[in-house]
């Protein structure tokens, strides 16, 4: 079965330090992969993806995602993170038709 | 710039009484789709149109129906508004080429229920 695992449910770092988001699959075949990210009271906002091709991928807002076949992972990373960063963090994945799956989340809290 | 807009922002409406939400895009896009999302969850996909073709996930309530008049615009109406449809309610839409899709959100729509 075809399933996304985001580990933490919270995540708490200051400002200026590093940032890794977990995501983890399941799925028989290569995956397209997606990572959004959601402010409070607000819609998702598509971070980056990963369809093919080179496996780091670079998004918007500094954020980067390697992923990683033989871990079945795809996390997020971001070298220094800012405090407008705070959001909720969603980790996707498409088999190829128009049905995402979601995982539950992560919500990052940023320290001054 | 291109994008996909909800309207009303938030919403309040009485227990049983019908409400219908707004989505628009100016992006050509020809899939649509309505998410469910509630406090600390994922989205959960009621359905998608796929040009004028709708397409209703099993487990999305009869309560709830869409329409999709063009290629810009679409609807959700909640027939009779329960409790527990108090939730905020996200539009996307994707253009449907080559191997998968990618979905673009918009900012979507708060709905209380009393």
């Known amino acids: 079965a075809q399933s996304v695992t985001q580990p933490d449910i919270h995540i708490t770092v200051s400002e200026g330090a590093s940032l890794e988001l977990r995501c983890n699959y399941s799925y028989g075949a290569t995956p397209y992969l997606f990572w959004y990210v959601q402010s409070p009271g607000q819609g998702l906002q598509l971070l980056l993806k990963?369809?093919?091709?080179?496996?780091l991928v670079q998004g918007i807002k500094g954020f980067e995602a390697e992923f990683k076949r033989s871990q079945s992972s795809f996390n997020l990373r971001k070298p220094s993170v800012h405090w407008s960063d705070a959001a909720e963090y969603f980790c996707a994945l498409s088999s190829g038709t128009y049905k995402y799956i979601f995982g539950t989340g992560t919500r990052l809290k940023v320290l001054a | 710039d291109a994008m996909v807009i909800q309207n009303p922002r938030y919403q309040v409406t009485q227990f049983g009484k019908p409400v219908t939400l707004s989505c628009s895009q100016t992006?050509?896009?020809?899939?649509m789709y309505w998410y469910q999302q509630k406090s600390s969850q994922a989205p959960k996909l009621l359905f998608h149109?796929?040009?004028?073709?709708?397409?209703n996930e099993a487990d999305t309530p009869d309560n709830f129906q869409s329409r999709r008049p063009n290629t810009s615009f679409c609807f959700l109406d909640i027939r009779s508004p329960g409790l527990g449809d108090a939730a905020m309610y996200l539009c996307a839409t994707s253009s449907r080429s080559g191997s998968t899709d990618t979905q673009y959100f918009g900012p979507g729509t708060r709905l209380t229920v009393l």
């Open positions: 992006l050509n896009h020809n899939v």
């Open positions: 990963y369809f093919s091709g080179d496996t």
């Open positions: 149109y796929y040009d004028k073709d709708f397409n």
